[in-house]
T-cell receptor
């Protein structure tokens, strides 16, 4: 079993839809949770960063962490064609090398 | 957000030669830098972690003598692929993290093609 599971998609939605992206994990030591967006042939861009459980909102993006269920989500409101990309969840434990463990990424396509 | 650059963005080299890739944090001091490799339509695979002034820590299965990492300053890390072979062709991405921070900021990546 992988430490972090993420549905690879592709996920296709119409413009304006609410998108829900999710990851589950098995390592209870993970405390820091991040979402990255990666366009083709580019480096990942940090979208959201949360510590422990709870919600965080930034513009059209909302990140949720439920540590009791080992489940994290990223919601995108009013999705735009420019949101079409691969979304990677990543997480890290408090101790150790601070290395990130990534999900496999979900490819999102927003249709105009 | 913080800015990380990589150079070159793409490089083509002949088998047996060495290639150096630079990773720079432009607007913050990166005490830790990470090097990843990414295959097409796959997630990032961590190769090594480097702390400024220290030897890099390599992940299992990554050859230290083949992938030389130097982190000589708080803004620069280099990855040298020595004696490159076609199977080393890949997308190499670095990331940088400031002291006491778990956020990693990624560079734009370097596409290496070994012919």
């Amino acid at each position: 079993q992988k430490e972090v599971e993420q549905d690879p998609g592709p996920l296709s939605v119409p413009e304006g839809a609410i998108v829900s992206l999710n990851c589950t994990y098995s390592n209870s030591a993970f405390q820091y949770f991040m979402w990255y967006r990666q366009y083709s042939r580019k480096g990942p861009e940090l979208l959201m960063y949360t510590y422990s459980s709870g919600n965080k909102e930034d513009g059209r993006f909302t990140a949720q962490v439920d540590k009791s269920s080992k489940y994290i989500s990223l919601f995108i409101r009013d999705s735009q064609p420019s949101d079409s990309a691969t979304y990677l969840c990543a997480m890290s434990a408090v101790t150790g090398r601070r290395a990130l463990t990534f999900g496999s990424g979900t490819r999102l396509q927003v249709q105009p | 957000g913080a800015v990380v650059s990589q150079h070159p963005s793409r490089v083509i080299c002949k088998s047996g030669t060495s290639v150096k890739i630079e990773c720079r944090s432009l607007d913050f001091q990166a005490t830790t830098m990470f090097w990843y490799r990414q295959f097409p339509k796959k997630s990032l695979m961590l190769m090594a972690t480097s702390n400024e002034g220290s030897k890099a820590t390599y992940e299992q299965g990554v050859e230290k003598d083949k992938f030389l990492i130097n982190h000589a300053s708080l803004t620069l890390s280099t990855l040298t692929v020595t004696s490159a072979h076609p199977e080393d062709s890949s997308f190499y991405i670095c990331s940088a993290s400031a002291a006491s921070s778990y956020e990693q900021y990624f560079g734009p990546g370097t596409r290496l093609t070994v012919t």
